[in-house]
């Protein structure tokens, strides 16, 4: 019985593996391949997240009490901020 219930588990496992196959392809491709429209894609989200980074800073710096533990998290969300902003404007310059 056990080796009945492995075989149906495994062709499942096999049935969903060749349907998700070629979506993992895809995204691969656009990972190391990106079009220009794909790379203009990535630079407004990453956009977006630096955004998000600096709300998020302004938010600790008005809504805590400071101690070491939050000057760190605000270097940290603005270090990441500036990063995210730079490799997405860098990603979105276009062509």
Known sequence: MADRQKSRLCHKFQLVYERVKPVFGLAKQALLRPTLKQM??????????????????????VA????????????????????????GTILSKGE
């Open 40 to 61: 203009e894609a990535m630079g407004r989200f990453l956009h977006t997240l630096s955004s998000a980074s600096f709300i998020g800073l302004v938010t600790l710096i």
């Open 64 to 87: 805590s009490h400071w101690s070491s533990w939050t000057a760190l998290q605000a270097f940290l969300l603005l270090t990441a901020g500036v990063l995210l902003f730079c490799i």
